[in-house]
């Protein structure tokens, strides 16, 4: 019975998809004309639905892609087609191609950060890096990262922090404190997404499948870092801009309405490449490694620097250490 | 005397229950997950296990291999980086006879090199640069050091630095994270002429957040 509405829906769908005007190439899936909650609103009014995507081609794909399942349950070879066809779509529209990974955790790999509070001078070019390299919308200038200048008189002080400053750096009497996703190991912003939109993968990294994710802004609300940020518009990236080495995962390009947030860079660090923040730092404030290997560098903080972590005493387990000279 | 036992066991009992039932609460408030120190500690680490290398990440860098505070790894080629290496080339006779000829020379030849590390009575030139034998630098105590391993100059003074350099809680990999381990050198970031970082403008302004904090 409901195959049967779904199928003449889709017939539905393709023949309206004959008629409308071609002009404007296929919609983007990051553009969708009905989002997911409003297709089911679609379905269960039966034909309205037709009249609602009646401006876009709708092709068999577009209605694959439409209703394919959460990333973290898909198998391999529904990967290969989901990505196939975000790809093929991406081509359509701007005639360049894009390389999306499905690459998964490396094994015997748990990835920290550390951050160095004495180097940092608020030069920012984290920040920079962070935007070009994850494909962030450049209309709201959304980041990532924010680099708080505090005063040393007050200490770690975020109420106190100014995270918009324009003057020159570093300034007499300041330290610069940078914050992001921590991938904390107990995150709690994976505990309240009510559709397992957002996961912690084997390698610590905590992800969101940007398809998935019905924009409730929960794990936003949860977070007690400031690490999530939401597309409150659709997110756009000047074509010349756009980062073309992506991950499903990562910095594949968002849509209207879905959370996004640091990644640990997920399509350059699975590659054993450091985060492009990490890269981009000139005053090598900013740590990356694999805290399972003994010899790397964040072990070395670990074991010998004095560190800490933002609100340790709510066990969120940040894997995001800082430190001193 | 039955009822004061009684009433004395009660209130041990009371008193165990309660024990019990915060110690329940506050697991639930911390919810049950272990500290990721002790998922480290759970995990002997198995050098081979890793596939992962950042040698793609490599090709075409020109490296040496050095070995500091019992850590090998490799750092950047210094030598070939700096232009009209070799200094004799210039340099053929000692400085004092160079020195002498200025007069007639004009212009000289390093004149944008301003030393602004430690003070005049603790450095000078000769505090790294060999005097007769340009190419190469000196310690403190004479012995040679090459423009490579010029980061033995700088732990002289800088010995918890050089530590942190060769552990990597200070200065930054090149490639990647993973094995092998190429680093910058102390002079890649540092000006050795110079060596602390400028003050400059940030490189990205945020003008929404800056627009918001106007309107407060």
């Given at each position: 019975m409901i195959i049967d509405s779904i199928k003449k829906l889709q017939n539905l769908f393709n023949q309206s998809a004959e008629k409308v005007d071609e002009s404007g190439g296929v919609k983007q899936v990051f553009e969708k004309p009905i989002d997911r909650r409003s297709s089911l609103k679609a379905m269960a009014g039966g034909f309205v639905a037709s009249a609602a995507l009646s401006g876009a081609g709708c092709s068999d794909a577009k209605w694959q892609e439409y209703f394919k399942g959460n990333y973290k349950v898909m198998t391999d070879e529904e990967r290969k087609a989901t990505i196939a066809r975000l790809s093929a779509n991406y081509e359509e529209r701007t005639g360049h191609k894009v390389n999306i990974s499905d690459k998964k955790p490396n094994e015997n790999t748990l990835f920290g950060y550390a951050f160095n509070v004495s180097k940092c001078q608020g030069y920012g070019d984290c920040i920079s890096a962070c935007v070009e390299e994850n494909n962030q919308d450049r209309d709201t200038e959304m980041q990532y990262i924010r680099i708080h200048e505090m005063n040393k008189k007050n200490g770690i002080n975020f109420e106190m922090a100014d995270d918009t400053f324009t003057h020159q750096v570093p300034q007499e009497g300041n330290f610069y404190l940078g914050t992001q996703c921590f991938h904390c190991d107990n995150p709690p912003c994976v505990k309240v997404c009510p559709v397992e939109a957002t996961w912690q993968e084997t390698d610590g990294i905590v992800v969101i499948d940007y398809d998935w994710c019905v924009g409730c802004r929960y794990c936003l609300a949860a977070?007690?870092?400031?690490g999530r940020r939401f597309n409150w518009k659709q997110p756009t990236v000047p074509e010349p801009e756009v980062?073309?080495?992506?991950h499903y995962l990562g910095n594949r390009l968002r849509k209207k309405g879905v959370m996004e947030k640091c990644t640990f860079c997920v399509q350059r660090s699975r590659e054993g490449k450091n985060p492009a923040c990490v890269e981009a730092c000139p005053t090598g404030a900013r740590t990356f490694g694999n805290i399972l290997d003994p010899e790397s560098e964040i072990r070395y903080i670990l074991e010998n620097k004095k560190v800490f972590r933002l609100k340790e005493d709510l066990g969120t387990e940040p894997k995001f250490w800082y430190y001193m000279d | 005397m039955k009822t004061w036992v009684s009433s004395i066991l009660i209130i041990v009992v009371v008193l165990l229950a309660g024990s019990l039932l915060s110690n329940l609460i506050m697991n639930n408030h911390h919810g049950n997950h272990k500290s990721v120190f002790k998922t480290i500690e759970s995990k002997p680490y198995?050098?081979?296990?890793?596939?992962?290398?950042s040698v793609k990440h490599l090709a075409y860098l020109d490296t040496v291999s050095v070995t500091a505070e019992g850590r090998h790894f490799a750092i950047l080629n210094r030598e070939n980086e700096i232009t009209s290496f070799k200094c004799s080339e210039c340099h053929n006779e000692p400085l004092e006879e160079l020195k002498a000829l200025k007069p007639k020379m004009g212009k000289k030849s390093h004149w944008n090199i301003e030393l602004q590390h430690a003070n005049a009575e603790t450095m000078n030139c000769n505090t790294c640069h060999s005097e007769n034998n340009m190419d190469e630098l000196h310690t403190f105590t004479g012995a040679r050091v090459s423009f490579n391993n010029s980061y033995k100059l700088c732990s002289q003074c800088h010995q918890q630095e050089y530590k942190d350099w060769a552990g990597g809680a200070h200065g930054k990999r090149v490639?990647?994270?993973?094995?092998p381990v190429v680093k910058r050198t102390c002079t890649n970031c540092h000006n050795p002429h110079s060596p602390s970082f400028p003050h400059k403008y940030p490189s990205r302004i945020n003008t929404r957040m800056v627009e918001q904090r106007a309107k407060k």
């Open positions: 977070c007690p870092y400031d980062n073309k080495e992506q | 198995e050098p081979d296990s890793i596939p992962m290398s490639g990647g994270w993973a094995k």
